[in-house]
């Protein structure tokens, strides 16, 4: 087999979260994330010359092939007139790993189509100036917070009037950080490693009618703009309540849906109100984050990571599966 093409891109986790689409994958909202590092999916593209115009495409995801991603990624390649004249003249199989386990609290399509978007844009030629916007652009049609991941530490997505360069169609990276943000650590304490419930698809759907819907999309906005002033000026206590109040409204968003439903469980709540204690009772810079799920991520700078060590140790002790050690990274790589 040919040379592949190679795309390494990290999954990010939603500081300010994106909840509600319209059109084509375009958000309701602005959103703002921290890329993450370690967690990552490779993909390798192999591609050889074919003949007859009928499209030949296979997925291999860890070793095995995927029917279900097979057809997932072939409907989303199909959907970009960018990638038709390689799906139509070339044999094309994919093959792609994640560095992180299953289900563990990392949105795994944000690096997945981060990583699929680049290597195809990387096959189909697109002159090199424009190739992160473009490909920040293409990844977003596949799941709208991939289009973050190409940027880091951190990065916005969603037009916002005071943000000059802002755009709904792809991310921007968040240029003016103040220096105690810049190594930023996140620990995901994983409560459950089951599939959720409900899928994001369905959640973003729910804000379509959501009784909630029009102050939520406004108060999202208003923590982005909020959360880069804090970055810039470095005020870790706004940056704590955005966060948290973020987590929050998402999960609240769920739980007053008309189809109302509950990712959090009980652990969640504990692990969330141990860090308030901690925090009151340090006055360290920690706080939370909430996924679309129950899994608890504890953001913080790189300087205190041995006190959060010792307070995950003493202090979690029922519920917890596992722990799984992420920092702030600067986006992918594609070659
Ligand atoms: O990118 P999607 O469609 O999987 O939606 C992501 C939604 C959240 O992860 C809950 C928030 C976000 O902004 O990443």
């Known amino acids: 087999m040919n040379q592949p093409i190679t795309a390494y891109y990290p999954s990010n986790i939603a500081l300010v979260k994106y909840w509600g689409k319209r059109d084509n994958q375009l958000p309701c909202n602005a959103s703002l994330s921290m890329t993450l590092s370690n967690a990552r999916t490779a993909v390798k593209l192999y591609r050889t010359e074919k003949q007859d115009r009928g499209i030949a495409f296979s997925y291999y995801f860890e070793g095995r092939q995927n029917e279900a991603f097979r057809q997932k990624v072939l409907r989303y390649l199909l959907g970009q007139k960018e990638?038709?004249?390689?799906?139509?003249?070339?044999?094309?199989?994919?093959?792609?790993?994640?560095?992180?386990?299953?289900?563990?609290?990392?949105?795994?399509?944000?690096?997945?189509?981060?990583?699929?978007?680049?290597?195809?844009?990387?096959?189909?030629?697109?002159?090199?100036?424009h190739f992160t916007r473009e490909a920040s652009r293409l990844a977003r049609l596949g799941s709208g917070?991939?289009?973050?991941?190409?940027?880091?530490?951190?990065s916005l997505w969603g037009r916002l009037e005071e943000v000059a360069g802002s755009s709904d169609d792809f991310a921007i990276p968040v240029?003016?950080?103040?220096?105690?943000?810049?190594?930023?650590?996140?620990?995901?304490?994983?409560?459950?490693?089951?599939?959720?419930?409900?899928?994001?698809?369905?959640?973003?759907?729910?804000?379509?009618d959501h009784p909630l819907a029009k102050a939520r999309f406004q108060q999202a906005d208003n923590h982005c703009k909020d959360l880069l002033f804090a970055l810039k000026s470095g005020d870790f206590d706004a940056f704590i309540s955005i966060t948290e109040r973020e987590a929050l409204s998402l999960h609240a968003m769920m739980m007053t849906s008309g189809d109302?439903?509950?990712?959090?469980?009980?652990?969640?709540?504990?692990?969330?109100?141990?860090?308030?204690?901690?925090?009151?009772?340090?006055?360290?810079?920690?706080?939370?984050?909430?996924?679309?799920?129950?899994?608890?991520?504890?953001?913080?700078?790189?300087?205190?990571r041995d006190k959060v060590d010792s307070f995950i140790k003493n202090n979690i002790k029922s519920g917890l599966k596992f722990v799984v050690y992420d920092q702030a990274g600067t986006g992918g790589t594609v070659f």
Do not use: W
């Open 83 to 129: 990638f038709s004249d390689l799906l139509n003249n070339y044999a094309i199989r994919i093959e792609s790993e994640n560095s992180f386990p299953h289900s563990a609290g990392i949105a795994s399509s944000a690096s997945a189509f981060a990583a699929i978007a680049a290597a195809f844009l990387k096959a189909s030629g697109t002159a090199e100036d």
């Open 145 to 154: 917070s991939a289009c973050r991941s190409f940027f880091g530490p951190f």
């Open 175 to 208: 240029l003016q950080i103040h220096e105690c943000f810049q190594n930023m650590r996140d620990t995901i304490l994983i409560v459950e490693d089951r599939p959720k419930a409900v899928s994001s698809s369905r959640g973003h759907a729910l804000m379509e």
């Open 260 to 304: 109302y439903y509950l990712l959090v469980k009980p652990a969640t709540i504990q692990i969330i109100e141990q860090v308030f204690r901690f925090r009151k009772e340090t006055g360290l810079p920690i706080c939370f984050s909430l996924d679309a799920g129950p899994n608890v991520h504890l953001l913080y700078p790189e300087s205190i």
